[in-house]
């Protein structure tokens, strides 16, 4: 079965943090490409971060890199994005995403290449 539930959202001042989780059924974690997409009001949803669950291995978009940290808990089947440094442009529906690729280098946060998705969980940042 394929499940994705996302939490952790919430609202924040600019400069704070949070941490999204994402608990995967035990289907859905067997994907070896885990990925955290978000979409504002008006935009096109926009790729954050990955993780291969095959060998760790990330990537990140350049807008959050050195803020972010996405991280696996094999042991709760959960995808994380640690969120500091926050600003209002961060403000968005935070989703989390799993699919299965060919190679480790082939997780990357191209929204179109995933095919699982959660519900999604609203994060807002105020200036």
């Known amino acids: 079965q394929v499940q994705l539930v996302e939490s952790g959202g919430g609202s924040v001042q600019a400069g704070g943090s949070l941490r999204l989780s994402c608990a995967a059924s035990?289907?859905?974690?067997?994907?070896?490409?885990m990925g955290w997409f978000r979409q504002a009001p008006g935009k096109e949803r926009e790729g954050v971060a990955t993780?291969?669950?095959?060998?760790?291995?990330?990537y990140y978009a350049d807008s959050v890199k050195g803020r972010f940290t996405i991280s696996l808990d094999n042991a709760k089947n959960t995808v994380n994005l640690q969120m500091n440094s926050l600003k209002p442009e961060d403000t968005a529906m935070y989703y989390c995403?799993?699919?299965?690729?060919?190679?480790?280098?082939?997780?990357?946060?191209?929204?179109?290449?995933?095919?699982?998705w959660g519900q999604g969980t609203q994060v807002t940042v105020s200036s």
């Open positions: 995403a799993a699919d299965s690729f060919a190679r480790s280098r082939d997780c990357l946060p191209r929204a179109d290449s995933f095919g699982y």
């Open positions: 035990e289907y859905t974690y067997r994907r070896n490409c």
């Open positions: 993780i291969s669950t095959a060998d760790s291995s990330t």
